[in-house]
């Protein structure tokens, strides 16, 4: 299944676009391929992060279990 792209246009310091281009231009692979990895890395780290800090929460404000079926049994 082909994944639907989209054309962007981002203002890079030229340090950073030499090194894409040079990483790209090393490994026979488009500058594009290049930021699409590592926009991935990013967020599959930030997904990671985000997890860590969401299994943290303590979620004690919620109802027992006894509570529950006794809100569920009033509908």
């Not at 962007?8 to 340090?15: C, E, G, K, T, Y």
């Not at 930030?46 to 109802?63: A, G, H, Q, W, Y």
């Amino acid at each position: 299944m082909k994944t639907k792209t989209a054309r962007i246009s981002a203002l890079l310091p030229f340090s950073l676009v030499e090194e894409i281009k040079k990483f790209s231009e090393n490994n026979n692979i488009t500058q594009s391929y290049v930021i699409k990895n590592a926009l991935e890395s990013w967020l599959s780290l930030k997904l990671e992060r985000d997890t860590k800090v969401l299994s943290k929460i303590n979620f004690d404000d919620l109802p027992q279990e006894d509570e529950w079926q006794l809100i569920q049994s009033a509908l």
